[in-house]
């Protein structure tokens, strides 16, 4: 049974709500995607695109082919940050069938947009960092990134080895993971809402179209071992761009990882605080770190409105950091990539000796 928030008044949710309506009510903006966010998705997916087909039908050189993949794996994950983010979240339009297109590129990128709603849509970003619910933070018996879970000793060294398993996040989530959640219907213990036939369809029809265009298609035009060299190195440097952004956002020093008291199993902050705890900001004022992980790096934002285009979150951490200031509520952030990755090794050195 998913834990509880406890209900005060006045609430800090409200309060951030209502300023922030506020902003775009002054500025006559709409919350949802805009221009912006259009032109870069375009941008992005037309640049995943191209790699794709000069790799498959041109087949480059080696010394050309192999800096490719790794730039298409980039491209998947900006797809995936800029595009089916928002989409899945409702937030790239205001149309639903263009937020579901946009989500929907999950599917040829190999995961479930179905699943990615259950797990990531609903139970990441309404319990954050909550062992046992937050799937997130859950990496079994190899990782240990809070004081909740079993430590071994090989969690000495986890701050070393976490690289190669980040590496194959993107390979075991397409080809493991994915499937070990359709057969069981459960994101870790929590059970999925029952699947309709037509989501069923998405999930099969989505797999095919992921087989056939990573495997089916570059090994009959390049070659088996050609095809499978490129493959793992798309999906290792996805891996990567993957897992680093969203472990700089939750798992690092100064992070929280609440649990519902047992009698009421109920957390211990109203939502928002929860989220302002349990969340980490980094880069925020590089315009490049924020075009690329389509705003995630303002992942504070992100949680207290996930409904909110990206393109918005500048300017809403204005509003959010001056009402945590005004009520001496802490706010986590790091100024740049390199310290938040600091961060997070920290972290993890702290949970393997813990």
């Given at each position: ?283 925020t004022q590089s315009r490049i770190v924020t075009w ?63």
């Amino acid at each position: 049974m998913t834990p509880k928030f406890p209900v005060t008044t006045p609430s800090l949710h409200s309060a951030l709500k209502t300023s922030v309506a506020q902003y775009f009510d002054q500025g006559e903006l709409k919350s949802r995607g805009n221009g912006q966010l259009y032109a870069k998705a375009i941008i992005i997916l037309t640049g995943m695109i191209a790699l794709y087909v000069h790799l498959i039908f041109f087949t480059p050189a080696w010394y050309f082919a192999l800096p490719e993949c790794v730039f298409l794996g980039l491209f998947i994950t900006a797809t995936g940050f800029n595009v089916m983010h928002d989409g899945s979240h409702g937030s790239f339009s205001t149309r639903t069938w263009i937020n579901t297109l946009a989500g929907a590129t999950l599917e040829c990128l190999g995961g479930s947009a179905y699943i990615w709603k259950v797990k990531h849509c609903i139970l990441h970003h309404t319990f954050t960092n909550v062992e046992g619910v937050d799937d997130d933070i859950n990496i079994g018996y190899l990782m240990r990134v809070n004081a909740h879970q079993r430590k071994l000793k090989m969690h000495r060294f986890q701050h070393l080895y976490c690289w190669f398993l980040y590496m194959m996040v993107y390979f075991v989530w397409v080809f493991q993971v994915d499937y070990q959640r359709y057969f069981t219907g459960r994101v870790g213990p929590v059970p999925m809402p029952r699947m309709s036939p037509v989501e069923h369809l998405k999930f099969w029809t989505g797999k095919l179209v992921n087989a056939t265009l990573f495997l089916v298609l570059p090994i009959s035009r390049i070659g088996a071992a050609h095809a499978l060299i490129g493959l793992a190195i798309t999906m290792a440097t996805a891996g990567i761009a993957l897992t680093i952004v969203f472990q700089l956002a939750h798992t690092v020093e100064h992070t929280d990882f609440p649990l519902p008291d047992t009698d009421q199993n109920q957390l211990p902050d109203e939502f928002a605080i929860h989220q302002i705890a349990t969340t980490a900001n980094f880069a925020t004022q590089s315009r490049i770190v924020t075009w690329l992980v389509g705003g995630l790096n303002f992942q504070i934002e992100h949680h207290l409105f996930p409904k909110v285009a990206h393109v918005h979150y500048p300017e809403i951490s204005r509003i959010v950091r001056r009402i945590c200031q005004e009520r001496n509520i802490p706010y986590v952030e790091h100024t740049t990539v390199r310290k938040a990755v600091g961060a997070h090794l920290r972290h993890l050195q702290t949970m393997g000796r813990a």
